[in-house]
């Protein structure tokens, strides 16, 4: 079967299937993602009816991109490595927060900007 495409307005060939849809929500499977539309469990190549190219394919091909400093993008690793920390009481081995059924709340990427931002300011290098 032949994927269906499409253009982006700057030209940017798009195919059209769950993937790229603005609709989808990804899920702890690689292999699926969750329609918002439909309220369903989708495979990414599958495509409706009601697909709707998503905003970041909107905007790809867009010449005013700006480029993230390498110290925020180390600092986000860093930050999302030490939500997956291991917790224990230091003596007796230390075991995963999941091990433990502990609930880790991730920060948002909202959250880790403006933090990274108060302490060492903007996210883009300046060119």
Same mark, same amino acid.
């Given at each position: 079967?032949?994927?269906?495409?499409?253009?982006?307005?700057?030209?940017?060939?798009?195919? *059209?299937?769950?993937?790229?849809?603005?609709? *989808?929500? =990804?899920?702890?499977?690689?292999?699926?993602?969750?329609?918002? *539309?439909?309220?369903?469990?989708?495979?990414?190549?599958?495509?409706?009816?009601?697909? !709707?190219?998503?905003?970041? =394919?909107?905007?790809?091909?867009?010449?005013?991109?700006?480029?993230?400093?390498?110290?925020?993008?180390?600092?986000?690793? !860093?930050?999302?490595?030490?939500?997956?920390?291991?917790?224990?009481?230091?003596?007796?081995?230390? !075991?995963?927060?999941?091990?433990?059924?502990? *609930?880790?709340?991730?920060?948002?990427? !909202?959250?880790?900007?403006?933090?990274?931002?108060?302490?060492?300011?903007?996210?883009?290098?300046?060119?």
């Amino acid at each position: 079967m032949r994927l269906a495409r499409t253009e982006n307005t700057f030209g940017i060939q798009v195919n *059209k299937l769950c993937a790229s849809c603005a609709y *989808k929500d =990804l899920t702890r499977a690689v292999s699926l993602r969750r329609c918002t *539309k439909h309220g369903k469990d989708v495979r990414p190549r599958d495509v409706c009816e009601c697909w !709707a190219m998503s905003e970041q =394919l909107q905007l790809a091909g867009r010449t005013q991109g700006r480029v993230k400093r390498k110290e925020y993008l180390m600092y986000l690793v !860093a930050v999302r490595e030490d939500e997956r920390l291991r917790v224990g009481d230091g003596t007796s081995g230390m !075991a995963s927060a999941e091990q433990m059924g502990l *609930k880790i709340k991730a920060k948002s990427i !909202a959250q880790v900007r403006a933090e990274f931002e108060r302490e060492h300011g903007s996210i883009y290098v300046n060119i």
